[in-house]
């Protein structure tokens, strides 16, 4: 029966398109798998990170570490426990504590493995 074809060059060259595009996407991944990426691009990535944030390496750590106690059920020994973690990180961003965090990580590097 005629008619019965139907052939439509935009979408040929669409479905083209998008299979090269997922095909790159798949080659990224593969090589991010297989190699993934290098300790100074990865140093990079957390500093902007931190930066987007607000923070530094020792600060955040810092908060980090008072928010891994243990919480009870009281609203004050909640809010105890958030007002430290914010003193504690905010008392660090500053040069001096970006120079701590650094060198912290930087000594901590080889049992991490970063």
């Known amino acids: 029966m005629p008619g019965l074809s139907y052939h439509d060059p935009f979408l040929a060259m669409a479905t083209g398109l998008f299979t090269i595009l997922a095909g790159l996407v798949a080659l990224a991944g593969a090589y991010l798998y297989f190699f993934g990426l290098s300790p100074e ?5 957390e500093k902007q990170a931190l930066k987007t944030m607000g923070e ?3 600060s955040y750590m810092a908060k980090d570490q008072i928010n891994k106690l243990p919480t009870s059920d009281h609203d004050d020994v909640k809010t105890l426990k ?6 504690a990180g905010g008392a660090m961003q500053h040069p001096l504590g970006e120079q701590a965090g650094e060198t912290t990580d930087r000594l901590t590097s080889p049992l991490t493995g970063r």
């Open 56 to 58: 530094n390496k020792l």
């Open 82 to 87: 958030k007002g430290i973690s914010d003193l």
């Open 41 to 45: 691009t990865k140093r990079a990535m």
